[in-house]
């Protein structure tokens, strides 16, 4: 941290690095910006730090990254003439800013809490007219949200260890997102196909252009079309099919339609206007980003952090969008105004909107003074900034432009017509055709939402009818008859599972990036390598089985979303933060206790491999690292490990020969990644580390030095790992001080070894 002079000038607090540069520049020289590099305290790593038995009392330390800025921050404060706590403008950052007052002592004369959404000159100086004190109420609300997740997670994570596996963790949001995975894994898994067809004819108008297809939608007085619908776990699932369940059952429709007559039952013709969609919130542009651009949503997030905390262009930083954690379509005044003057004057006065439009949040407990994920200023357009952002913030930065943009722009307006086909004398069978011609594109002419990519060219284009008038009789040219199969529900992708947390209210905009990444990393679900789709896991099947049965409230949706809606109230200030805790634990630890009696551990699976070590039977069982097989006789360490598909993982061949037996050397899996293994094994124990490109590290094995730790004196070790080899206690794993060492130093230590063994050798 810089070491300006502080002294009479006023001091700003923020959260980044990013931000303190960009802030530092548009203040100018009376302010003093500084960074808290984010959370500066937080509930004890070692322990749950929080008194359940005196009203949920956190207790709060600071974090290690905060512990050197706190000397130098409280310096600052003192010398400063007056103190603005500038955090993110939702109820984490005013919680930092709150530990920030806690942790440098500040009194309520001393310090003023300012927030803005973007990132430019005006809104930075205009914060300072709304200067205010902590809310406390906001405050209360991110203390109740995190006391809860450390409650769950505290008291399910081990109740998980003894009953499952060790290492296994749980939460109260993402143990949820790992239900809705599960229970689609076996809705898929559940589906019944049906079979059935469809029936499709050609027709013309003689003397008139050009033919056209008709669908065929009813027959013998009765729809042809059939919805069945599947109550899912978290939404209903329709699935369409037709009353012709057999092939036979279309011969007596085909030959009705050769027979004919054809004629043209009923004309309907209308325009249609289809409104542009709001600007983005954080949910729509992750799932945007992702079903348009291939993003993650944490690569979504991180991008959208440079944009917002500023770009360097042309020597000067700028925030280019709003603040990117957001669940309102709320916009300024002012730059709807900007934005109507810059569509009149870029794509023509038809395509400003008679008002400007007005979107309402349909996002449960959505914060309305927040403002949406836009452009702080629409005339820097993504080409202009191009040469100064990076490919993928380009890319996203388009996204958020042009969907900002078409948001504020007129309707798309379409000439639509249907057609109704009568076959047979007695209009045994009805047909429909129906096209869409553009009559104004609007907002369309710069954005199209993924349904309209893949369906507006034909609509738009090549579905052209002719005209027709009813009483028309038609030429039938040809008839297609095609099979179908009904579909299961589909996988989860990160788009998807976004929506349908927000769609039950579950989590916040700031938690569904970092959610998606823990449930990822704990092997509670995996991302399929070529389509992307997020599948549960055995592992984590089996964790939402044993969770759900004990511990309904916790793994309901609608409950869930209903401690997300109460934490809102605490918010308002219309709800106490500690009624909504103490509520929520009575029932929670009834349902631990019984489950700590009642909850059984998966049996091992038997299976028909046999152990490659002594030729009996294997079972099947799981750790936190995956399915593995190991041999049914205890005293033999006979294991095989498993993809997350369940096939064998089978070791890679290399050139290599082992050192100490002359056996092939092959690449296994770990669980800390790929090593160079003895094929000889379990008779020769022999192995190597491989580097990050899977290049062999060279090791004598750990060789214990004359060092002695300094915590707690036993004597030090040199290892080796990917990253290269360090000293690390001999006492580990109760002891794990790690110390690094110079190449000097550890060429000093193997010759000190080679020495010892040689002597031992010779004697």
């Not at 000038?9 to 923020?14: A, P």
């Not at 081990?158 to 239900?179: D, E, M, N, Y």
């Amino acid at each position: 941290m810089a070491t300006t002079n502080v002294k009479g000038k006023k001091l700003v607090i923020v959260e980044s690095p990013t931000k303190q540069k960009t802030i530092s520049k548009i203040l100018g020289n009376d302010f003093i910006v500084r960074s808290s590099f984010g959370h500066v305290r937080d509930l004890p790593s070692k322990d749950i730090g929080v008194d359940i038995e005196h009203d949920f009392k956190p207790t709060y330390v600071a974090v290690d990254r905060a512990k050197r800025l706190i000397a130098e921050l409280t310096a600052a404060a003192k010398n400063a003439s007056q103190i603005y706590l500038a955090t993110d403008p939702d109820r984490e950052g005013e919680a930092i800013a709150w530990h920030l007052v806690e942790l440098l002592k500040l009194p309520k004369d001393r310090y003023e809490r300012i927030y803005f959404h973007e990132i430019t000159p005006a809104a930075i100086k205009e914060s300072f007219a709304h200067a205010r004190k902590i809310d406390d109420n906001l405050v209360n609300a991110q203390q109740a949200r995190r006391i809860l997740d450390r409650i769950v997670g505290y008291k399910l994570s081990p109740l998980l260890w003894k009953k499952i596996t060790s290492g296994l963790s749980a939460g109260r949001v993402q143990s949820v997102a790992v239900r809705l995975l599960a229970e689609r894994a076996k809705e898929i898994a559940d589906f019944k196909e049906q079979e059935y067809w469809t029936i499709g004819a050609q027709f013309e108008k003689p003397g008139a252009a050009p033919s056209f297809w008709a669908r065929v939608t009813k027959w013998q007085g009765k729809n042809v079309e059939q919805t069945t619908t599947y109550k899912l776990f978290a939404e209903d699932y329709k699935v369409k099919t037709t009353v012709f369940d057999k092939p036979e059952k279309l011969a007596p429709l085909s030959e009705l339609l050769r027979k004919g007559p054809n004629t043209v039952l009923k004309v309907e013709k209308k325009e249609v206007k289809q409104k542009p969609k709001p600007p983005f919130i954080t949910s729509s542009m992750q799932q945007d980003a992702y079903n348009k651009l291939g993003f993650p949503s944490q690569k979504t997030m991180m991008t959208a952090q440079h944009l917002y905390e500023g770009i360097e262009i042309a020597g000067q930083t700028v925030g280019l969008i709003t603040y990117m954690r957001t669940d309102s379509f709320n916009v300024s005044k002012l730059l709807q105004e900007q934005t109507k003057k810059f569509i009149g004057e870029k794509y023509g006065p038809a395509f400003v909107p008679a008002k400007q439009p007005v979107y309402k949040s349909k996002v449960m407990g959505a914060q309305e003074a927040h403002e949406a994920i836009h452009p702080t200023d629409v005339h820097r357009t993504p080409q202009a900034m191009k040469p100064y952002l990076t490919s993928d913030q380009y890319k996203l930065y388009e996204l958020i432009w042009l969907r900002f943009v078409a948001s504020q722009m007129a309707d798309a307006v379409f000439n639509t017509v249907a057609i109704d086909i009568a076959a047979g004398s007695e209009k045994e069978c009805v047909l429909r055709a129906s096209g869409r011609t553009v009559k104004f594109p609007g907002y369309l002419s710069i954005y199209k939402d993924q349904d309209e990519d893949s369906s507006d060219e034909k609509e738009d284009g090549s579905a052209l009818l002719p005209a027709l008038t009813e009483g028309d009789e038609l030429k039938l040219l040809d008839l297609k008859t095609k099979d179908h199969k009904t579909t299961p529900p589909p996988c989860y992708n990160e788009a998807s599972l976004i929506k349908t947390l927000e769609k039950h209210g579950i989590g916040r905009p700031s938690t569904y990036a970092p959610t998606i990444k823990t449930i990822l990393d704990r092997k509670y679900i995996a991302r399929q390598p070529k389509t992307s789709k997020l599948v549960a896991t055995d592992l984590g099947i089996t964790v939402t089985d044993s969770l759900k049965d004990f511990f309904k409230e916790i793994m309901d949706l609608s409950y869930t979303a209903g401690v997300e809606e109460q934490l809102d109230q605490v918010a308002e200030g219309n709800q106490k933060w500690v009624s909504l805790l103490s509520a929520f634990y009575g029932n929670f630890k009834k349902e631990l206790d019984d489950a700590d009696k009642g909850m059984q551990r998966p049996a091992a699976k038997e299976t028909d491999e046999k152990c490659p070590v002594c030729g009996k039977m294997m079972l099947q069982k799981r750790s936190r690292f995956g399915e593995y097989l190991v041999c049914s006789d205890p005293e033999c360490k006979g294991k095989i490990n498993l993809t997350s598909s369940g096939e064998k993982v089978q070791p890679e061949k290399t050139d290599e020969v082992c050192d100490k037996c002359g056996a092939p050397m092959v690449i296994r899996t770990g669980r800390r990644g790929k090593f160079l293994a003895c094929s000889a094994y379990p008779k020769c124990k022999n192995t190597y580390s491989l580097d990050a490109e899977g290049n062999k590290v060279a090791s004598t094995g750990p060789i214990v030095t004359d060092r002695l730790c300094e915590k707690c004196g036993k004597p030090m070790v040199l290892r080796t790992s990917k990253r290269g080899e360090f000293l690390g206690c001999s006492g580990y794993p109760k002891c794990k001080t790690i110390v690094t060492v110079t190449p000097e130093e550890i060429e000093q230590i193997k010759a000190a070894h080679a020495a010892k063994t040689a002597a031992k050798d010779g004697k």
